[in-house]
Structure formats: C-alpha cells, structure tokens
C-alpha cells in the first residue's frame, strides 16, 4: 500500500485568513468559558383553571425521548429562562466554532491526492468484461 504524501491543492486559505479564523475561534471560545447556568428546555406559563387561582409556570424537556415537566414559582421561572436563553447562546457559539474548526483544519492540514481515472483505462475493462 502506497503511503498518501501531501496533497497537491493549494491551501485555499492565505496566511492573514487562518489567523483571523483563529482568532474568531479563540473570541468565540473565551465567550463560551464566561457563561452562567446552561439548561435545555421551554418554560410555559400555565393559565390559571378558575378566577381564584394564579398563573402556574411549568418547564419543560426532552429525556430520553420523552417529554418532562417539572413546575416551577415565579423566581425559578425567571432563572431557568435566563438558563435556556444561554444556552442557545451558547449552542449558537459552538455552531460556529465547528464550522471555524472545519474551514482551518481543511485549509491547514494536508489531505489525500486524488486519482483521475483515465478513460482509457476503464473503457479497455469494459470491453474485457463484455467479452468475457
């Protein structure tokens, strides 16, 4: 088995672009670090049943493929928003930092050389197999 060298395609990448990618990894990074509580799920406000009763909040979330709910006071409700909306900040961040991951690892790091099939070749196996 031939050892695979270094791809022949030019980095599509200049050298000011992976570092400005590198650095748009770092800002996103040191901005994931800084986050408070991180919860997945909705919090529903919960219509009162009768005149005499108060609004109810309830959060939701998916475990295991189920639905959970767990009722929450007024103050609970404010703090797991303020959690849910983090982490969708927090998931937004980590999109990108994949996508800035992918780009600078395909334009930094060496990959395979691709074949060309000659056609010549693959007419002459057609013609052997018909043959056959």
């Known amino acids: 088995m031939k050892p695979q060298g270094k791809s022949s395609r030019k980095s599509d ?3 000011p672009a992976l570092r400005a990618l590198r650095a748009g990894y770092r800002e996103l990074d040191r901005a ?7 919860v ?23 475990v295991r493929a189920k639905t959970v709910t767990v009722a929450l006071s007024t103050e609970q409700a404010a703090a797991f928003r ?9 998931e937004a961040a980590l999109s990108l930092l994949r996508q800035v991951s992918q780009a600078a690892l395909l334009a930094e790091v060496p990959g395979v ?3 060309r099939s000659d056609r010549g070749d693959n007419e ?9």
């Open 32 to 38: 994931v670090r800084r986050q408070p509580w991180l």
């Open 40 to 62: 997945q799920g909705s919090v529903n406000v919960v219509a009162p049943k009768s005149p005499d009763a108060n609004v109810t909040y309830t959060w939701t979330r998916k």
């Open 82 to 90: 303020g959690a849910i909306k983090a982490n969708q900040r927090i």
């Open 13 to 15: 990448f200049s050298s």
């Open 113 to 115: 050389t691709k074949r």
């Open 124 to 132: 002459e196996a057609k013609t052997v197999l018909k043959g056959a």
